[in-house]
Every structure is written in structure tokens, then in C-alpha cells.
T-cell receptor, first 114, second 114 residues
Framework: NAGVTQTPKFQVLKTGQSMTLQCAQDMNHNSMYWYRQDPGMGLRLIYY???????DKGEVPNGYNVSRLNKREFSLRLESAAPSQTSVYFC?????????????FGPGTRLTVT | AQSVTQPDIHITVSEGASLELRCNYS??????LFWYVQSPGQGLQLLLK??????LVQGIKGFEAEFKRSQSSFNLRKPAGHWSDAAEYLCAVAPRYNNNDMRFGAGTRLTVKP
């Protein structure tokens, strides 16, 4: 099992460019999440998908869109990148219906917007 | 407002000495509580979690945490630190009414001196 995989690992964008971060999980999990991690701020939830076909905003959704393509895949799109979106992005998944809902994380994507 | 606080940005201990990392939360009701560890350039690994029951929780790598309702705290401890414990430690909480909405503290960086 690969667990949670993310592509790409690194990306540099110019302001105004768009891109999509890809995430896939092979654990048959129902729920998937996107976070960003900035120095001194921990991880902040951008969007999540509690189950296939649903998506909900998290703490910091502005400037992002998501698509739950199928049960395995959950993508994050930046339509017009801004320097403030320079961050490390983590995808996670969880079974979703169990008590506590432990999340499993991917290795992250380091994004720089110049 | 709901919040998670890790008061210590950086802690240094000597190898073999005990260590304690603090976590406080502000939620209307007791949330689900987690500690994750993040090694440099890596994703997050779950150390332990508290849902209910015994307030002293054992985790992996010899770590334990104690939930104290009266202090709204969930502090992480280890009797004897090891050089391999050097990493970033993140406390996380999720409300019981929506366990998808996980919030993280800013993290504590642990250094272990030889």
C-alpha cells in the first residue's frame, strides 16, 4: 500500500498562473482533506470531502477550488496563484465514519509563488 | 472561538532526560485529541489519540499523553528522550459534532542534545 500520494513534490509558479495539486489514496477511505502548512501557524484546513460527491470549506478556502474526482482522488486547484499561497500543502484521508476519525497524511507538496 | 495552543515554540532536552510538550485547547465541549510527529521534509505520523475513557493514553515510540479536562490540556510526555525524537510535534483537535474539521496547534520543535 502506498497510502496517500501527492504530485508534484515541488512546484514554482509565477503570480497569476494556475495549477492543480493531485492527491490519491489506496486505503478505501471515505474522507479526504487538503491542508496548508506555514511557519508558526501549524496546519490549516483548506477544504475537505467527507464522502465521494461532497466537498466543504475549511478554515482557509479562499483562492482554492477542489474536486473529488472519485473515491480515491481529491485535487486542489489554484486558479490564479498569489505569493500568499506559497506554502507546503498536505493531503490526508480518513475512514470518515469511525469515532475520532484518525487522518493519514501524504508527504506534501512545496509550492512557491513568485 | 475554537483554538489550539502549543505555548512552546522550541524545547531542548538532553538525551535521557524526560520531556513534556504542552497543548491547550478552547472548545465548547471536549473534542477528540491527537498528537502528530513530523520529521524534517516528511508528512505527519500519528503518535496517539484520545477519544474517551482512561485519561492517560499510550502511543508509539514510548510517548504518552494525559488529558486533563479541568485544564483543557493534553500534554505529551516521554520519560527519556532519544536523539531520534528530534522533530516537530503537532497537537490537533477535532470537535465531536464534526470530526472532519481538525484544527492544529502551531507546533513545538524538539531538539535533543547528546
Amino acid at each position: 500500500n502506498a497510502g496517500v500520494t501527492q504530485t508534484p513534490k515541488f512546484q514554482v509558479l509565477k503570480t497569476g498562473q494556475s495549477m492543480t495539486l493531485q492527491c490519491a489514496q489506496d486505503m478505501n477511505h471515505n474522507s479526504m482533506y487538503w491542508y496548508r502548512q506555514d511557519p508558526g501557524m501549524g496546519l490549516r484546513l483548506i477544504y475537505y470531502s467527507a464522502s465521494e460527491g461532497t466537498t466543504d470549506k475549511g478554515e482557509v478556502p479562499n483562492g482554492y477550488n477542489v474536486s473529488r474526482l472519485n473515491k480515491r482522488e481529491f485535487s486542489l486547484r489554484l486558479e490564479s496563484a498569489a505569493p500568499s499561497q506559497t506554502s507546503v500543502y498536505f493531503c490526508a484521508s480518513s475512514e470518515g465514519r469511525q469515532v475520532g476519525n484518525e487522518q493519514y497524511f501524504g508527504p506534501g507538496t512545496r509550492l512557491t509563488v513568485t | 472561538a475554537q483554538s489550539v495552543t502549543q505555548p512552546d515554540i522550541h524545547i531542548t532536552v538532553s538525551e535521557g532526560a524526560s520531556l513534556e510538550l504542552r497543548c491547550n485547547y478552547s472548545y465548547g465541549a471536549t473534542p477528540y485529541l491527537f498528537w502528530y510527529v513530523q520529521s524534517p521534509g516528511q508528512g505527519l505520523q500519528l503518535l496517539l489519540k484520545y477519544f474517551s475513557g482512561d485519561t492517560l493514553v499510550q502511543g508509539i515510540k514510548g510517548f504518552e499523553a494525559e488529558f486533563k479536562r479541568s485544564q483543557s490540556s493534553f500534554n505529551l510526555r516521554k520519560p527519556a528522550g532519544h536523539w531520534s525524537d528530534a522533530a516537530e510535534y503537532l497537537c490537533a483537535v477535532a470537535p465531536r459534532y464534526n470530526n472532519n474539521d481538525m484544527r492544529f496547534g502551531a507546533g513545538t520543535r524538539l531538539t535533543v542534545k547528546p
